[in-house]
């Protein structure tokens, strides 16, 4: 097809205390005596706020994820393994977390419906089958996983999603008031990754007016938050939730790019994840992305985040080989950002170079460029 029929969300509620709601959203899904299924991020216990106001009752269960690591293959058919075994079927599937518990919800939500490991349905709509009744209702803003047609697994040969149509949720839940406490560290990584979708969309070969729509307001909602702000306010969580679903779809009908393409290296191997991996390569991507990348410098310095250095200090060439398999594999990220002739741009030498940059621990040199601060107008 020419064109992208893309699938989006079924249901998008929006607001301060609209995760009060759940019950009666989610009433009507319930199918006989099947359990709903709360997958819960584990920085949460049964103490937390929203953990009592989750509407568990009957035989449902409330499920703590472990997010430590980004989720496995493996890791998503023993949910879903353990799910069958116990009930047979279950009415759906609520996440509630960050990026990765919402990739988990999805993707335990279409095992329970099709056969085998999720690991044979990483690619392109390979999922044969709708999964059961899914709800996501983030606890961090920035990925934009609560409205993608991905769920990103890490699998036994490759890091890939399940991409289908199968794959959106039935419902979200933005509710801002969830991501009130989150560290400011990692909602900064986490609203990087925002704020990278649409520098990479807005600067891409893909792009066209639906996703310069949706790019340009999300870009515009993460300046208010990070140029413009001078502190984090309930205003600035409502704004970031915002910036996550619209730069998720600014995204959906365009692409994402070099940051993307060479963060996905660094996490096969090093298990970076992958707010805090696009921040890392982010900040070494002038050469492609210069006004990004200056303004990007200017929020780490005003936000006082950390930004590690050298973490690919020590690795082999055989490391580095793998890091460049994998990152020259996301074809249609280099394309977006460099055009059809990209494979003549990015050549295995130059994206060597591009990795080896965090490598000169012992020089003592430092790659990064002087921060722009105080030479940007916000
Ligand atoms: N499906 C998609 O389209 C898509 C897009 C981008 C990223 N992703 C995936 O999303 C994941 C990254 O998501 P993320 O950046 O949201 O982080 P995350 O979900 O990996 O969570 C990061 C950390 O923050 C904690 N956390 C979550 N909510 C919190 C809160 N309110 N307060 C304090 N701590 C909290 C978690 O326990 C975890 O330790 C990766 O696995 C990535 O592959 C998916
Ligand atoms: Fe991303």
């Known amino acids: 097809m020419a064109f992208r029929n893309f699938k989006m969300v079924g249901y998008v509620i929006y607001g301060r205390g609209s995760f009060n709601q759940l019950d009666e959203i989610i009433a009507p899904h319930r199918k006989g005596g099947a359990p709903m299924i709360f997958l819960v991020d584990h920085f949460f216990t049964p103490a937390s706020d929203i953990v009592k106001r989750i509407p568990a009752g009957g035989n449902d269960r409330i499920i703590y994820v472990d997010v430590t690591y980004e989720p496995k293959t493996t890791y998503v058919d023993s949910l879903a393994n353990q799910l069958k075994e116990e009930f047979g079927t279950v009415s759906g599937i609520i996440g509630i977390g960050g990026g990765s518990t919402m990739d988990l919800a999805k993707a335990v939500s279409l095992m329970m419906n099709n056969p085998g490991s999720s690991a044979d349905y990483q690619g392109w709509d390979l999922v044969k089958h709708a999964g059961v009744y899914k709800a996501g209702i983030p606890t961090l803003s920035g990925t934009g996983a609560e409205v993608s047609r991905t769920t990103v697994l890490t699998g036994p040969t490759k890091k890939l999603g399940m991409n289908s149509d199968f794959t959106p949720f039935d419902q979200i ?178 994206l060597k170079v591009l990795y080896e940059q965090r490598q000169n621990i012992n020089t003592g040199r430092l790659i990064s460029l002087p921060s722009p601060f105080g030479h940007l107008t916000p």
Not at 202 to 217: A, I, P, R, V
Not at 259 to 287: M, P, Q, R, W
Not at 332 to 344: H, I, M, Q, R, V
């Open 173 to 350: 839940v933005l509710d801002p008031e969830l991501t009130t406490n989150a560290p400011a560290n990692q909602r900064f990584y986490t609203g990087m990754d925002c704020y990278i979708h649409c520098i990479e969309s807005l600067n891409g070969t893909f792009l066209n007016e639906f996703s310069k729509s949706y790019g340009e307001k999300a870009l515009q909602l993460c300046r208010d938050v990070y140029v413009n702000k001078s502190d984090w306010d309930a205003d600035s969580d409502d704004k970031l939730m915002m910036a996550s679903y619209a730069g998720g779809m600014s995204i959906a009908y365009s692409q994402v790019g070099v940051a993307h393409a060479v963060s996905y290296g660094l996490s096969y191997l090093l298990g970076t994840k992958h707010g805090i991996g696009n921040c890392i390569v982010f900040d070494k991507l002038e050469e492609y992305y210069p006004e990004g990348v200056k303004e990007f410098k200017y929020m780490v310095e005003k936000n006082n985040i950390d930004i590690p250095q050298h973490i690919t200090a020590g690795l082999s060439d055989d490391d580095f080989d793998k890091m460049i398999n994998v990152s020259l594999g996301m074809k249609p990220l280099w394309e977006n950002a460099l055009g059809k002739d990209w494979e003549k741009i990015m050549t295995r030498e130059k």
